[in-house]
């Protein structure tokens, strides 16, 4: 019987990934215009959003647009662009739900998606890692298209001094151990 009724409806995973699938369309459709946007009008993206939110306007409903300029920002800086997949993974991250991913599909670079939308909101956003070396290499690579897009990124690992900590945890971004 369940199976019948999984048949007729679908099950909630499904409904859930072609809502997701709906997103990275709309995500999709901002690429060939982002593409022809200068390094400059693409970097202000960060201060139009940010004024998006604080005028009321949900991270929800930005978030095809935002995540389409982290791509481009990626594409530009490091010469990677977010796969749809890993698109989905950046919308389950800040959906706050779990995403496995194995080693090598792109958690580093999934993670940049929600991480920048969710610092337009002025808050902090901390990406954990769990070692000294991947916290340190993240901030620096990931950092680019932060950097590119006018965010400030931290580093937080065992070797920070006392008095840096506090500074690296002012950044829009930090990268940090799950100890630290």
Not at 21 to 42: G, Q
Not at 48 to 65: A, C, H, Q, Y
Not at 66 to 94: C, K, M, P, W
Request: with cysteine; net charge neutral; proline share 1%.
């Amino acid at each position: 019987m369940l199976n019948f009724v999984n048949k007729l409806f679908g099950t909630s995973s499904e409904k859930r990934l072609k809502s997701f699938s709906k997103i990275v369309e709309k995500i999709n459709n901002y690429e060939n215009h982002l593409k022809t946007l200068t390094d400059d009008d693409l970097k202000n993206k960060t201060s139009f959003f940010k004024e998006k939110v604080i005028s009321g306007v949900n991270l929800d409903e930005i978030l095809p647009e935002a995540f389409a300029v982290v791509r481009e920002a990626s594409v530009r800086t490091i010469n990677l662009r977010h796969y749809d997949v890993q698109l989905i993974g950046g919308v389950v991250l800040h959906k706050g739900m779990i995403a496995e991913m194995k080693t090598g599909e792109g958690k580093t670079l999934v993670a940049t998606l929600s991480a920048y939308l969710n610092s337009l909101n002025n808050h902090s956003v901390h990406i954990v890692t769990v070692n000294d070396y991947l916290a340190e290499r993240d901030s620096k690579w990931m950092g680019k298209i932060f950097n590119f897009l006018n965010l400030s990124v931290g580093c937080v690992n065992s070797s920070t001094p006392q008095e840096q900590r506090l500074i690296e945890y002012s950044k829009d971004i930090v990268y940090a151990t799950n100890h630290e």
